[in-house]
Structure formats: structure tokens, C-alpha cells
């Protein structure tokens, strides 16, 4: 597609629920980031892949969080045993990696909802 | 990332440029300067970026001083659609975006 892709747009579960959010980034591009952002907050770094190298795991806030990325393309964050505070909108955003110039595109988010 | 200091808000008559400073004396030399904005319910939107030469597409102007410790950004004919939060950072490479608090546009009729 012509941008970063990301389902479900909204996501309404309840507290102790998995959940899985779908990232489809930017065809060609190598990089891959999630990124969550609390209500009037700034974006707060979960993980990057890139490439076939090891994901840089720093930014995640817990064991509950988990992503992969299947085939260098599609990315799936998981959340487990989901919690009030998890509530938020989960950013993904996707870059080809042209030297020190590097721009990220974000998708649209999905608002993840913890009742 | 370069720390960066931007105005909290910012009024602009619409049909009007809107010019957004951007302070970020500590920005290295391979640190690239980009622009982003987010409206309200929105992902981040890429606007442009640069590294010491001024720069223009078709958003926006980019204007970068020469000791690149500032930056202006340019919406030559500012619409109601460009109400958003504008923010300014300081990165190379891969490095993760990290947004501060930015400027809230707000153009008014």
C-alpha cells in the first residue's frame, strides 16, 4: 500500500485479555518501530526491527509485550494479560534506512481500549 | 536526539504563513533536523526535513540557520486543516523519535 497500514483501528478488551495489533509498514521499507502514545502525551519508544538484526526490545514496559515480524514485512505487537494503564493509542512507523537520513511514516495507530 | 525548545502555541490567521520556531543549540553535526505534526486523533505526518541547507516541497519551507542551533518552519498559506501540533526534532540515522511537548497551531477563520 501507499502507507504504513495498522489494524485494528480501534480495540476494546477487557482487563486480563490478550491482544494482538497488526502493523503493515511501507513496502521496501527495512525499519520497522512501535511507539504508544497516552492520552495528550508524547510517543513513548516500544521496539525496533531492522532488517534481519536483532530487534532493539529497550522501550518495552514489560514482559506482557511482545512483537515479532514475520518475513521482514508485517508486524504483529502483542499484549498479554492486558491492564487499565495499557490503555493507549500503539503507533507504528516504518523507514528505509538511507544512511544518518532517515524518515519515519507513521501509520494511523490503534486505540487500544483496557476496560 | 537533539534537545529541542519550541513555543507552546501559536495563533495564525488563515491565508496567512505560518512561521514555527525551533530552537536546538545542541544539535550535533550528522543530526538531521525533521518536522512532524500530529492532528488531533491522527498518526504523526511527516512534514520535512534537513540538515544545513534550507529546504522546500510542497507542504512547507524548511529555514535553517547557518550555525544551525534554529529552525523555522514554513506554511506559506496556512488552512483550518493545518491546526496541529508541530514538532520539531534533532536525529540521525535510526535512531527512535522522540517528540517534546511541540507547538499547538491553531488558524483561525
Known amino acids: 500500500g501507499a502507507g504504513v497500514s495498522q489494524s485494528p483501528s480501534n480495540k476494546v478488551t477487557e482487563k486480563g485479555k490478550d491482544v494482538e495489533l497488526r502493523c503493515d509498514p511501507i513496502?521496501?521499507?527495512?525499519?520497522l518501530y512501535w511507539y504508544r502514545q497516552s492520552l495528550g502525551q508524547g510517543l513513548e519508544f516500544l521496539i525496533y526491527f531492522q532488517g534481519n538484526s536483532a530487534p532493539d526490545k529497550s522501550g518495552l514496559p514489560s514482559d506482557r509485550f511482545s512483537a515479532e515480524r514475520t518475513g521482514g514485512s508485517v508486524s504483529t505487537l502483542t499484549i498479554q494479560r492486558t491492564q487499565q494503564e495499557d490503555s493507549a493509542v500503539y503507533l507504528c512507523a516504518s523507514s528505509s534506512q538511507t544512511g544518518l537520513e532517515n524518515i519515519q511514516y507513521f501509520g494511523a495507530g490503534t486505540r487500544l481500549s483496557v476496560l | 536526539d537533539a534537545k529541542t525548545t519550541q513555543p507552546t502555541s501559536m495563533d495564525c490567521a488563515e491565508g496567512r504563513a505560518a512561521n514555527l520556531p525551533c530552537n536546538h543549540s545542541t544539535i550535533s553535526g550528522n543530526e538531521y533536523v525533521y518536522w512532524y505534526r500530529q492532528i488531533h486523533s491522527q498518526g504523526p505526518q511527516y512534514i520535512i526535513h534537513?540538515?544545513?541547507n534550507n529546504e522546500t516541497n510542497e507542504m512547507a519551507s524548511l529555514i535553517i540557520t547557518e550555525d544551525r542551533k534554529s529552525s523555522t518552519l514554513i506554511l506559506p498559506h496556512a488552512t483550518l486543516r493545518d491546526t496541529a501540533v508541530y514538532y520539531c526534532i534533532g536525529r540521525r540515522g535510526y535512531q527512535k523519535v522522540t517528540f517534546g511537548i511541540g507547538t499547538k497551531l491553531q488558524v483561525i477563520p
Open positions: 534537513g540538515l544545513k
Open positions: 513496502s521496501g521499507h527495512t525499519a
